[in-house]
């Protein structure tokens, strides 16, 4: 990468992103961060060359403008970064809801949409990006690899699919979440002390995820591997597989999400 890299927003997930970086090897020297109120994991950085709040034009010509702020503050924040956006930055955003057209209206530059997730926190988040047709191939390989740094990135062509996108993998996170939550509670209900409950939750969540990754079989074939007919598991199921069961509220959750998430374009 040749020239700056600015980034707008260092919260969970701007802050995850800018670890991955410098993890990767990027020059700290070569990195802005812009943000209102740093923590002070941001601002222990400028010993290593970071700068922060830096005005635009102090910052020599920015290669990339990284846009990790809440939606719903990107039109009062869009006029400051502006100014760091020059006909050839490349512009890759990490928000909900705004849309392609939104950004370069705010803007400007060539732009990327992204949508990660949390456990980008750990380097095992999901990110899937579009990019504007003005986009070229040597940036989308740039915003590749700064997706990538903090977990796998997958592609697609219509903007549209973002939405569903944000409602499957950006707020799945909190359904696994929940999922424990709720497990650990029903553990309390069927007698299990809590402290235990939560730690069975915790770790039955947690490995089976890791069994997921790691396995080559899908997540039907590994359910069925669990389920012996006739048994305790096979009980469980016909209650969450039934017709008012989880399938269906999934889905109305998903969709739900995903709505919102169109309605943040507005």
């Not at 802005?32 to 709040?53: H, W």
């Not at 939405?163 to 209900?189: C, H, I, K, M, N």
């Not at 997921?212 to 969450?240: F, I, K, Y």
């Amino acid at each position: 990468m040749t020239g700056s890299l600015v980034l707008a927003g260092a919260g969970k997930m701007g802050g995850a992103m800018l670890s991955g970086w410098l993890a990767q090897g990027l020059d700290a020297g070569n990195v802005v961060v812009v943000d209102p109120q740093p923590s002070d994991d941001i601002k222990a950085l400028t010993a290593r060359g970071v700068r922060i709040n830096a005005a635009a034009g102090n910052v020599g010509a920015v290669s990339t403008l990284v846009i990790a702020v809440k939606p719903q503050t990107f039109a009062a924040a869009a006029d400051a970064l502006r100014a760091y956006v020059g006909p050839s930055t490349l512009v890759v955003s990490v928000m909900a809801g705004k849309p392609i057209a939104t950004l370069a209206a705010g803007v400007g530059g060539h732009i990327v949409r992204a949508m990660p997730n949390t456990p980008a926190a750990i380097g095992r988040g999901i990110t899937v990006a579009v990019a504007a047709d003005d986009v070229t191939a040597e940036q989308r390989a740039v915003a590749d690899a700064l997706l990538r740094a903090t977990g796998g990135v997958e592609w697609v062509d219509e903007e549209n699919l973002i939405d569903a996108v944000t409602a499957v993998s950006g707020s799945g996170p909190a359904y696994v979440f929940l999922l424990a939550e709720e497990l650990a509670r029903a553990g309390v209900e069927a007698g299990l002390p809590e402290a235990l409950a939560m730690t069975l939750a915790r770790a039955t969540v947690a490995g089976s995820g890791e069994l997921l990754h790691r396995s080559e079989l899908d997540a039907a074939t590994l359910r069925q591997n669990v389920t012996s007919p006739g048994g305790t598991t096979a009980a469980a199921l016909e209650v969450l597989m039934a017709g008012d069961g989880f399938r269906p509220l999934l889905t109305k959750a998903v969709a739900a999400a995903a709505k919102r998430s169109r309605e943040l374009a507005k």
